[in-house]
T-cell receptor, first 116, second 116 residues
Framework: DTGVSQDPRHKITKRGQNVTFRCDPISEHNRLYWYRQTLGQGPEFLTYFQNEAQLEKSRLLSDRFSAERPKGSFSTLEIQRTEQGDSAMYLC??????????????FGPGTRLTVL | QKEVEQDPGPLSVPEGAIVSLNCTYSNSAFQYFMWYRQYSRKGPELLMYTYSSGNKEDGRFTAQVDKSSKYISLFIRDSQPSDSATYLCAMRRVPHSGAGSYQLTFGKGTKLSVIP
């Protein structure tokens, strides 16, 4: 399967713990995005990378959240001191910059986080 | 008011019916309009995208964009039980148009059930 993969698929943690998620984009895709989706809502943009550079961060990305893409391939999203409000599906997407303006974002299956 | 409004439903139709889904938006900078399908506990997958105003057809699916009314629609003809999913509209600005030009802004999603 050459799609976007995310690990783990499910994570249950206690309030106050730190968690880290991993995303492996489609090979050679230079752009990588993180979104968060809560129950009954559409995905909301968190941040995006072009290669290893983090170019944009949403106001939703509080100081407890940090994302990295150290070698321009896989990315990690860490949440420190988790709160119950962090419970959501965390989606990763990737796209390839081409000469055309529109480049599809391909989504992974998501990591479902439950904070008890 | 959210930038993108979408009736969450649920919407239940008999097999073979024509389904009409729609979204309204407030940001006139949006130029790309997408429809994603999301099955339960999966990531969204792109169905269709349209640039600016107009219609686009792909098999049983037709997307319409009316920028003057800030209104987009997705029509599904001859609906099948396999079409049962949540349909998300999403929008984006043109690239290189400043902060936020690569992020997708989603509606809440409409949950569709097609009954055999």
């Amino acid at each position: 399967d050459t799609g976007v993969s995310q690990d783990p698929r499910h994570k249950i943690t206690k309030r106050g713990q730190n968690v880290t998620f991993r995303c492996d984009p489609i090979s050679e895709h230079n752009r990588l995005y993180w979104y968060r989706q809560t129950l009954g809502q559409g995905p909301e943009f968190l941040t995006y990378f072009q290669n290893e550079a983090q170019l944009e961060k949403s106001r939703l990305l509080s100081d407890r959240f940090s994302a990295e893409r150290p070698k321009g391939s896989f990315s990690t999203l860490e949440i420190q001191r988790t709160e119950q409000g962090d419970s959501a599906m965390y989606l990763c997407a990737s796209s390839l910059t081409t000469s055309v303006e529109y480049n599809e974002q391909f989504f992974g299956p998501g990591t479902r986080l439950t904070v008890l | 008011q959210k930038e993108v409004e979408q009736d969450p439903g649920p919407l239940s139709v008999p097999e073979g019916a024509i389904v009409s889904l729609n979204c309204t938006y407030s940001n006139s900078a949006f130029q790309y309009f997408m429809w994603y399908r999301q099955y339960s506990r999966k990531g969204p997958e792109l169905l269709m995208y349209t640039y600016s105003s107009g219609n686009k057809e792909d098999g049983r699916f037709t997307a319409q964009v009316d920028k003057s009314s800030k209104y987009i629609s997705l029509f599904i003809r001859d609906s099948q039980p396999s079409d049962s999913a949540t349909y998300l509209c999403a929008m984006r600005r043109v690239p290189h148009s400043g902060a936020g030009s690569y992020q997708l802004t989603f509606g809440k999603g409409t949950k569709l059930s097609v009954i055999p």
